[in-house]
């Protein structure tokens, strides 16, 4: 179920943003976040070791969509009287 969600905001391209929390560890689970392609930057990133409140390192991470063509050009807006 989640990974359907995962799929149908990114296929419908409803997602500009994505704040990730990277677990720096192998855990068994059923679903997995997609690959985030060429068309993503990493704009922000916070690093945090395993500690003794933390089993493992763990990277919050920030990603914007680079915007395609159509999205780089806006109109200017324009007045009417």
Known sequence: ?????????F???LVDQVYLTRVHADIPGDTSFPVLDAAWREVWREE???DEHHEHAFTFLRFE?????RERIKP???ELS
């Open 1 to 9: 179920m989640v990974g359907q969600i995962y799929h149908d905001a």
């Open 11 to 13: 296929s419908k391209d």
């Open 48 to 50: 945090h070791p395993a």
């Open 65 to 69: 969509k680079i915007p395609g063509p």
């Open 76 to 78: 200017d807006p324009v």
